[in-house]
């Protein structure tokens, strides 16, 4: 099974539906195997006290969280011609909701299954109704301890959701090389069982790529069209370019994982004569002659006797003559 590869789009279309569509071009064009967008009513989402990550300020100025998503948002008929849309140009489509009116609405559209983000693994409610449609969930834990993590299993699985798949995370953006803790990706997967994967926040590709040589078998990465853009996620997102090179960094490191069996490679094969040494004779041998340390060494190529069989060869006598570098032959 390879590693899925999710494009995260977010809210890097800026509210604008045509940007929206350049987007499923270019996550389509880089190779993912699914673009997800986060579809939300700003109403229902925060409350006019809430405040910005610090992040958010520096990207988006003094507005409040409320009207800076409010900006952000597309309408349902949107998402569903964003749906039409990948579905076209074959690519999953997929979309987070922030709201219990969001999630009703998505819920009526064919997804591969729930993406929780990190925010919502502390919503029971949000949990339980996830639960109760009965797809396939894969749940985000950033910000989370061992516990909240095990809790929020609980209860997907108690409401009615038995396929989850966790994806290690931190929510600052961007994160800190010295934050990422990929480690933790492990230990997800040793103590609830669970198939596990990471969604990066980081600079660059190398950490998801790193996550996948750790074995991730999920990977989402932010991306947008131009990092110059104004919005919150833009300067922590891959450009198209970038987004292509993870994507081909990634297949090409599953493909590097090999099976685990220790044995020579078919590319590797053809140079085992090569590389490798023969017992050969180290000056003239007349036949009759006994073959002492004297007379034989080691040199290349290795289609001869092995120098490990060396002791074997040593004292045996010579049934013919053997000029100097011959292999020898018993």
Known sequence: MSVFI???????????LELAYKLIDAAK???????KFQTFKAEKLVSQHAQKAEYQKKTTGDSS??????KLELSYEDFLKLKEYCD??????????FDSDSLDFLNTIDMPFWKIPSGEITNLPYLIA????????????????LQEIEEAIEVLKT???????????????????EDVNLRAMQTMRNATGLEVGYSDHTKGIEVPVAAVALGAMIIEKHFTLDRNMEGPDHKASLEPDELKQMVQSIRNIEKSLGTGEKVPSPSESRNIAIARK???????????????????????????????????????????????DELIEL
Request: with cysteine; aromatic share 6%.
């Open 65 to 70: 969280q409320k009207d800076m998503l409010k």
């Open 159 to 177: 409401n009615g959701t038995s396929d989850i798949k966790l994806l290690h995370c931190n929510t600052e953006y961007p994160t800190p090389f």
């Open 6 to 16: 999710i494009a995260e789009a977010g809210v890097n279309h800026n509210g604008s």
């Open 130 to 145: 996830i639960a109760k449609t009965g797809k396939p969930v894969v749940m985000s834990t950033g910000m989370c301890n």
């Open 88 to 97: 076209k140009s074959e690519i999953a489509f997929l979309s987070t909701p």
């Open 278 to 324: 023969s017992i050969v004779a180290k000056k003239t041998i007349n036949k009759g002659e006994i073959f002492t340390e004297q007379n034989l060494t080691v040199k290349r190529p290795g289609n001869g006797i092995s120098p490990m069989k060396w002791f074997q060869v040593l004292g045996k006598e010579a049934d013919r003559d053997y000029s100097e």
């Open 29 to 35: 064009d880089a190779g993912v195997d699914c673009i």
